[in-house]
């Protein structure tokens, strides 16, 4: 059974970069034709997908974000990250990671095989 967590800081400041790890257990993050995103739900709207990694290592980012987002992997420990720069507090959220075995550009919640508990980030001074 694949299981995902997140992890990272819950309160970033201002302008500061918001960085979250997602660790894989129970599969591989280089597995065949598998995308590991990032996906976030700010308070009261819905699902916004931010962008995943590949099984390859290729990374693809939603337009609205792509300038303020990278995601990186380390696979000895099967982990992938999400830096988000220059953050404001509309980028205040639930930050989830999620995978599923074909490419993503938006998020609903059947739309993803596996999914970790989310981990709230607010951004305040």
């Known amino acids: 059974q694949v299981q995902l967590q997140e992890s990272g800081p819950g309160l970033v400041k201002p302008s500061q970069t918001l960085s979250l790890t997602c660790t894989v257990s129970g599969g591989s993050i280089t597995t065949n034709d598998y995308y590991w995103s990032w996906i976030r739900q700010p308070p009261g709207k819905g699902l916004e997908w931010i962008g995943y990694i590949r099984y390859s290592g290729s990374t693809y980012y939603s337009p609205s974000l792509r300038s303020r987002t990278s995601i990186s992997r380390d696979t000895s420990k099967n982990q992938f990250t999400l830096q988000l720069t220059s953050v404001t507090p509309e980028d205040t959220a639930v930050y989830y990671c999620?995978?599923?075995?074909?490419?993503?550009?938006?998020?609903?919640?059947?739309?993803?095989?596996?999914w970790g508990q989310g981990t709230q980030v607010t951004v305040s001074s």
């Open positions: 999620a995978g599923r075995d074909r490419p993503a550009d938006r998020a609903t919640w059947y739309s993803f095989d596996y």
